[in-house]
């Protein structure tokens, strides 16, 4: 999916002058306006509706394999409520705007206004007046791509539709349909109005191409002709000339357009004595909003653009696409989670992979922020290396939050739990901890695959084994890798959700590299049985350390969800210390200003010197170790950072960490655990809500 042209469209226009108009929708990327996803849950005027079910039909299966041109065509209904909502207008025509300044759509000077003396009609339309440049400025845009035998530039057309009508050329193009000639926008009225060069001086004879709403294409072997039938009878029934086949005009559905050779009028729905075809003609006959829903449509569920709602530090959004699937450092993509009623927050996993630099990613919230980088970060990666992280975040009003991109990088987002109130008849799961310990260690101990076979050995390449001595109800885990013998992943769960074969799982827990020590904190869910199990792909050793445990009753501690604040950066000043790195094999205290009983943190390690790791916990617990904890939080590589969420006990507004090996930390609280906090995780299998090697591809709502 690389190495393609890309497409641009950018939706909010600047006024120009007449040689400088906006750039054309077809270019370097595609960015439009907020109103583009807002547009889908909000319906503008509904067309005349024929299929009174109110629902999206199927989409026809397009043949472009025949070039026989459509010469009795048979109209589809017009699009009902549901498709108009939705902008799946792929088996409907569009026809909801009896005239364009009816709708929105900004309206064109009025013939012959200001000085009659600069109209000049060439024959065909009128150019030259300066009010019609003044409006042509701010409304027409110029192609910036060839359509055949059509050069860039030499089509133009209304800059709010002008997607529409670049996209269906750009489509049929693709699939082998000659265009030898394309216009778009002109200045002119309608022959029934008095004649093209607008006689009557009315703006209400305005012809759609005057809008930049209508496309004449091939002009030549499709002329405009009323048909009779020859005895008398139906002339919907007459074949008409012409050399569009029938895929062409259903692309041209796709992308709102109206086909002039069904007719005008109800378009043969019934039968006529007389029928007027244009089938040159293409026009749209929708609303802005209408059109921002379609491109918006056609955008997302195509699988060779990578589409991202980007958001801005004001809260303003756009949808951005390009052919190589690129998000952009400093980008803030809109995720939506498909949040539950009443869920505050979301558990997530979030991974990064095809980084180009090194960088970080933050969860946050789409609304406006300080201009700039976020003040916390939830996963760190290094480039061309995939790595994952739980995180917990706040959902916004609308149940959807952002990732922020330090620098060119795709996330992956896999929900593992959200956040509900919990009560008696609510299933939400409050968090029993315990103190760490350790169920498997293929270094030391029998690794048990699935289908039994059990050795102290890493776990194979694709292979499924099963995490023994475990809790059967839900329960929290430390996720550890090491000594791997290539990048891979793993994913953990019930042991009936874990695919047979060659398949592997749809989701993923824990990424890593080649002899680089991994860990990641998981939320694992037992199968009916009560087991758990994880697939690995690529053979690695597995550590798993059991942290607590999820109960369905009262017991235990809620969550309580806090906006991310930093508690702990080594890096910086602190206590008129600056720089400073935790020494190894020593105890740094965390306050982390809170009453409650544990915490969330996401915990960082960087710029270690060698190879080590770091345990966090009750400060009373590593303060009288004798020796080496014997669980870790975090892995640390020489000169790499890596991170990972924990839960860690609080004693008098404090947590501690102890490091094997010099590091500098960075701590960042997410939430608190307290017995009177009134939210528990509802708890399920994993699910992917956003891949950023896909883009938004299949996310419009149904």
Same mark, same amino acid.
């Given at each position: ?374 003040? !916390? ?32 990088? #795709? ?139 999820? !109960? ?36 740094? #205290? ?113």
């Amino acid at each position: 999916l690389t190495g393609v042209p890309s497409l641009m469209t950018d939706a909010t226009r600047h006024p120009t002058t007449r040689m400088n108009r906006p750039s054309s929708s077809l270019s370097a990327f595609v960015l439009v306006s907020a109103m583009l996803t807002a547009a889908i849950a909000n319906v503008v005027s509904a067309a005349p509706v024929e299929d009174t079910a109110e629902v999206v039909p199927p989409p026809p299966v397009i043949d472009h394999s025949t070039s026989t041109p459509w010469v009795s065509p048979e109209r589809p209904p017009i699009c009902n409520g549901a498709q108009i909502e939705l902008g799946d207008v792929r088996a409907c025509v569009v026809k909801d705007v009896i005239e364009p300044d009816a709708s929105d759509w900004p309206t064109p000077p009025a013939p012959g206004s200001g000085d009659p003396t600069g109209w000049i009609w060439n024959g065909y339309d009128y150019r030259g007046s300066p009010e019609l440049e003044e409006w042509e400025s701010t409304m027409i845009t110029d192609s910036t791509v060839a359509f055949g035998e059509v050069d860039a530039g030499a089509f133009e057309s209304n800059a709010r539709a002008s997607q529409l009508f670049e996209g269906f050329l750009q489509e049929i193009d693709s699939l082998g349909y000659e265009i030898r000639t394309a216009f778009g926008y002109g200045y002119r009225c309608t022959a029934g109005s008095g004649g093209w060069s607008c006689p009557s001086g009315n703006i209400a004879g305005l012809s759609l191409h005057s809008w930049g709403l209508a496309l004449d294409m091939n002009a030549d072997a499709n002329p405009i002709t009323t048909y009779r039938h020859p005895n008398g009878g139906n002339a919907c029934s007459v074949p008409m000339e012409t050399d569009i086949p029938m895929w062409v005009v259903q692309v041209a559905e796709k992308w709102g357009l109206y086909w002039g050779g069904y007719g005008w009028g109800d378009g043969c729905a019934t039968s006529a004595t007389s029928v007027y075809r244009d089938p040159p003609h293409f026009e749209f006959r929708g609303s802005p909003e209408l059109a921002d829903r379609i491109i918006s449509f056609n955008l997302r569920t195509d699988p060779n653009l990578g589409c991202y709602d980007v958001v801005d530090t004001h809260g303003d959004e756009r949808l951005i696409c390009n052919r190589d699937f690129t998000v952009e450092a400093g980008w803030r993509v809109r995720v939506n989670p498909s949040a539950p009623d009443g869920a505050t927050a979301a558990l997530v996993n979030l991974t990064a992979t095809r980084a180009e630099d090194k960088g970080f990613l933050t969860l946050e919230s789409c609304g406006s922020r300080a201009p700039g980088m976020p003040e !916390t970060s939830n996963l760190n990666f290094e480039a061309a290396v995939g790595v994952a992280n739980l995180a917990l975040i706040e959902l916004d009003d609308d149940g959807e939050f952002c990732v922020y991109h330090d620098a060119v990088a #795709h996330a992956i987002v896999d929900v593992i739990a959200f956040l509900v109130p919990s009560a008696e008849s609510s299933p939400a799961r409050r968090l029993l901890l315990d103190a760490p310990r350790r169920v498997v260690d293929s270094r030391s101990q029998p690794l048990c695959l699935q289908s039994g076979e059990c050795d102290t050995s890493p776990a194979p390449h694709q292979s499924t084994t099963r995490i023994t001595n475990a809790p059967t109800q839900p329960y929290l885990a430390n996720l550890t890798v090491t000594q791997s013998e290539r990048s891979g992943y793993l994913s953990a769960g019930g042991c009936s959700a874990m695919p047979t074969g060659e398949a592997s799982p749809s989701w993923s827990n824990l990424n890593f590299e080649r002899d680089v020590d991994r860990a990641n904190l998981s939320i694992l869910l037992p199968d009916e049985s009560g087991e758990t199990c994880v697939y690995s792909w690529g053979s690695t050793d597995i550590i798993v350390d059991v942290l607590g445990t999820f !109960t369905d009753g009262q017991d235990g501690f809620g969550w309580q969800p806090v906006a991310a604040r930093r508690m702990l950066d080594t890096r910086k000043c602190r206590a008129d210390i600056c720089n400073i790195p935790v020494a190894s094999r020593s105890v740094v #205290h965390i306050p982390v200003d809170t009453d409650a009983p544990a915490v969330v943190v996401n915990v960082t390690a960087t710029a270690a010197p060698t190879w080590g790791y770091v345990t966090v916990d009750a400060c009373s617990t590593l303060e009288s170790l004798s020796g080496a904890p014997s669980t870790s939080t975090v892995n640390v590589n020489a000169r790499r950072t890596s991170a990972n969420l924990t839960i860690a006990p609080v004693e008098e507004g404090e947590i501690c960490a102890w490091s094997f090996g010099e590091v500098h930390l960075i701590v960042d609280v997410q939430a608190e655990l307290s017995e009177d906090a009134v939210f528990g995780l509802l708890v399920d299998e994993p699910v992917r809500v956003y891949d950023g090697r896909r883009g938004n591809y299949g996310s419009i709502p149904r």
